[in-house]
């Protein structure tokens, strides 16, 4: 292919994707196929020939988008949101056109600066303390990461080599094997999957402690784990915390979690892989109380920032730490310049030595969008949110799990789990919603979290009529007569205990006086 062909090819592409992300709401989220579909449709082996793009591309069309699942729909509700853009897109297709390797400074300049910059601009819109940044009065920092996966993974062999170190320097005679032998790791049972599969890629037992009934994991229990380990002879190492839990958006106590890592010189990360974006808006502001406390800090730019996958920004209070743990300096990855604070080799902060020229599409999406559009687009997917809680709070068939927050509602059918699974069976058969269920205390529940591109109040409306008409086949008129009956009895049980309530008030006070 020449730069002609590919001038043409790439005004198609982008026409493409243009007309993809304008018509996204006339598709059904989820696609008609079953597992092995594309096997029967694509060739078992590679063209002995070259193809030109125009078959290529009407393959693509008939055979790969029938397969596709529309992450980018305002009808997709499942998972968490990764909203791309146009200006990241371009930002990524400029990137794979000058494919730099960027794992040094030397190898593209402006690939590692740039990175820098962003990091920091990032670390300024979130009110991150001064201490994370590259350009605070420390010796913080920041990186792109892939994902929140890759983050955890770093933070917990960075923890794994520091501890080792420490250990060591401190019992010269134990040998490396038995003091990692012996490392342990901590979590809440609501973090995410990612946590439990780092502590396995890093040889790290996690423990996962029980979370309390708001599914927040307290000091006291975190201490009571540290204890039994230490009386175990282990040695307590790494503790991932989250903010943002991924079934409910609830926090841990991390004032309380930091306090007794420092303590007990346990490395602390935060996981913040989802509500991270929202700390831009003064109004959560309070939510980053004991952020101060890690050592490590992560969440996700493509899940809300409208920076399409993969990016996750890291930050460091100490980037020696990471630079130490992952540091293998070959003669051939040296140059003069290593070892300046503005233009660190990114190599040693991260799992593979290449790396791509992410920041380039942070730079144009940021710049595209600016503070206050970002702040807006954040603040309306809160409010469909509570649109979407306020509409099942006026169905008695529905129950309201968790309130919403920060664009995530809990609900689940008042008639049970059962009922609430074929709700959502039925939901993903009719292929207009898709959304994805968790388990709260033992009950099913299913989760609607607010994405796709361009979320709108009609959007809302749409999904709600899909509730509407789901549950009116699965739920009988006596089901429904019942559950009037019930939620009536219970609300004059309530009036009653409150009147009851008023009164031995109004007695107490009376013997007071």
Same mark, same amino acid.
């Given at each position: 292919?020449?730069?002609?062909?590919?001038? #043409?090819?790439?005004?198609?592409?982008?026409?493409?994707?243009?007309?993809?992300?304008?018509?996204?709401?006339?598709? &059904?989220?989820?696609?008609?196929?079953?597992?092995?579909?594309?096997?029967?449709?694509?060739?078992?082996?590679?063209?002995?020939?070259?193809?030109?793009?125009?078959?290529?591309?009407?393959?693509?069309?008939?055979?790969?988008?029938? %397969?596709?699942?529309?992450?980018?729909?305002?009808?997709?509700?499942?998972? $968490?949101?990764?909203?791309?853009?146009?200006?990241?897109?371009? %930002?990524?297709?400029?990137?794979?056109?000058?494919?730099?390797?960027? $794992?040094?400074?030397?190898?593209?300049?402006?690939?590692?600066?740039?990175?820098?910059?962003?990091?920091?601009?990032? /670390?300024?819109?979130?009110?991150?303390?001064?201490?994370?940044?590259?350009?605070?009065?420390?010796?913080? /920092?920041?990186?792109?990461?892939?994902?929140?996966?890759?983050?955890?993974?770093?933070?917990?062999?960075?923890? =794994?080599?520091?501890?080792?170190?420490?250990?060591?320097?401190?019992? &010269?005679?134990?040998?490396?094997?038995?003091?990692?032998?012996?490392?342990? /790791?901590?979590?809440?049972?609501?973090?995410?999957?990612?946590?439990?599969?780092?502590?396995? *890629?890093?040889?790290?037992?996690?423990?996962?402690?029980?979370?309390?009934?708001?599914?927040?994991? =307290?000091?006291?229990?975190?201490?009571?784990?540290?204890?039994?380990?230490?009386?175990?002879?282990?040695?307590?190492?790494?503790?991932?915390?989250?903010?943002?839990?991924?079934?409910?958006?609830?926090?841990?106590?991390?004032?309380?979690?930091?306090?007794?890592?420092?303590?007990?010189?346990?490395?602390?990360?935060?996981?913040?892989?989802?509500?991270?974006?929202?700390?831009?808006?003064?109004?959560?502001?309070?939510?980053?109380?004991?952020?101060?406390?890690?050592?490590?800090?992560?969440?996700?730019?493509?899940?809300?920032?409208? @920076?399409?996958?993969?990016?996750?920004?890291?930050?460091?209070?100490?980037?020696?730490?990471? @630079?130490?743990?992952?540091?293998?300096?070959?003669?051939?990855?040296?140059?003069? $310049?290593?070892?300046?604070?503005?233009?660190?080799?990114?190599?040693?902060?991260?799992?593979?030595?290449?790396?791509?020229?992410?920041?380039?599409?942070?730079?144009?999406?940021?710049?595209?969008?600016?503070?206050?559009?970002?702040?807006?687009?954040?603040?309306?997917?809160?409010?469909?949110?509570?649109?979407?809680?306020?509409?099942?709070?006026?169905?008695? =068939?529905?129950?309201?799990?968790?309130?919403?927050?920060?664009?995530? @509602?809990?609900?689940?059918?008042?008639?049970?789990?059962?009922?609430?699974?074929? *709700?959502?069976?039925?939901?993903?058969?009719?292929?207009?919603?898709?959304?994805?269920?968790?388990?709260?205390?033992?009950?099913?529940?299913?989760?609607?979290?607010?994405?796709?591109?361009?979320?709108?109040?009609?959007?809302?409306? $749409?999904?709600?009529?899909?509730?509407?008409? @789901?549950?009116?086949?699965?739920?009988?008129?006596?089901?429904?007569?019942?559950?009037?009956?019930?939620?009536?009895?219970?609300?004059?049980?309530?009036?009653?205990?409150?009147?009851?309530? #008023?009164?031995?008030?109004?007695?107490?006070?009376?013997?007071?006086?």
């Amino acid at each position: 292919m020449n730069s002609n062909e590919f001038r #043409e090819f790439g005004k198609t592409a982008i026409d493409f994707i243009a007309n993809y992300l304008d018509t996204i709401r006339d598709r &059904p989220v989820l696609p008609s196929v079953e597992p092995g579909y594309l096997h029967g449709l694509l060739p078992s082996e590679m063209p002995e020939n070259s193809e030109s793009w125009r078959k290529i591309m009407k393959d693509f069309e008939n055979f790969i988008m029938p %397969g596709i699942t529309h992450w980018q729909s305002p009808n997709f509700h499942g998972f $968490f949101p990764t909203p791309t853009c146009f200006p990241s897109v371009v %930002g990524e297709m400029i990137s794979a056109g000058l494919g730099v390797v960027g $794992f040094s400074w030397i190898c593209s300049p402006a690939c590692t600066e740039l990175e820098v910059i962003m990091m920091n601009w990032l /670390g300024k819109f979130i009110n991150l303390p001064e201490s994370f940044l590259n350009c605070g009065p420390g010796n913080g /920092g920041g990186v792109i990461q892939g994902s929140a996966s890759e983050s955890i993974l770093v933070a917990i062999l960075t923890a =794994r080599e520091q501890t080792v170190r420490r250990i060591k320097s401190q019992f &010269p005679d134990m040998e490396e094997g038995v003091i990692r032998s012996k490392l342990v /790791g901590y979590s809440s049972d609501q973090s995410n999957s990612c946590v439990e599969k780092g502590g396995i *890629l890093g040889a790290i037992p996690l423990r996962l402690l029980p979370t309390d009934e708001n599914w927040v994991l =307290r000091g006291e229990t975190l201490q009571k784990a540290i204890d039994e380990d230490i009386a175990r002879g282990l040695i307590p190492c790494v503790c991932i915390s989250t903010m943002g839990t991924t079934s409910t958006c609830a926090f841990d106590d991390i004032p309380a979690l930091g306090e007794i890592c420092n303590k007990n010189n346990i490395w602390f990360h935060i996981d913040a892989a989802y509500a991270g974006s929202f700390f831009c808006l003064p109004e959560y502001q309070h939510a980053m109380k004991g952020i101060e406390l890690a050592d490590s800090f992560n969440y996700n730019l493509h899940k809300l920032m409208h @920076v399409n996958f993969d990016c996750c920004a890291m930050w460091f209070q100490n980037c020696d730490s990471v @630079v130490q743990s992952f540091t293998v300096d070959r003669i051939y990855l040296q140059h003069q $310049f290593q070892g300046q604070s503005l233009a660190p080799d990114y190599r040693h902060w991260q799992i593979s030595l290449g790396r791509r020229f992410r920041a380039l599409k942070v730079w144009f999406t940021l710049r595209s969008y600016g503070k206050a559009k970002i702040c807006e687009i954040l603040r309306r997917r809160i409010q469909l949110a509570e649109s979407l809680e306020q509409k099942l709070r006026t169905d008695p =068939r529905f129950e309201v799990t968790y309130p919403a927050y920060m664009g995530l @509602v809990i609900f689940r059918l008042a008639e049970g789990c059962e009922k609430t699974k074929i *709700l959502l069976e039925k939901l993903h058969e009719r292929k207009n919603l898709y959304l994805t269920p968790t388990n709260c205390h033992g009950k099913f529940v299913i989760r609607f979290v607010i994405a796709g591109i361009d979320p709108q109040e009609g959007d809302i409306e $749409f999904a709600w009529k899909e509730f509407q008409t @789901v549950v009116n086949s699965i739920v009988t008129r006596d089901d429904q007569i019942s559950m009037m009956e019930t939620n009536i009895i219970e609300k004059k049980k309530g009036d009653e205990e409150t009147a009851w309530m #008023e009164i031995s008030h109004d007695q107490n006070v009376e013997k007071i006086k």
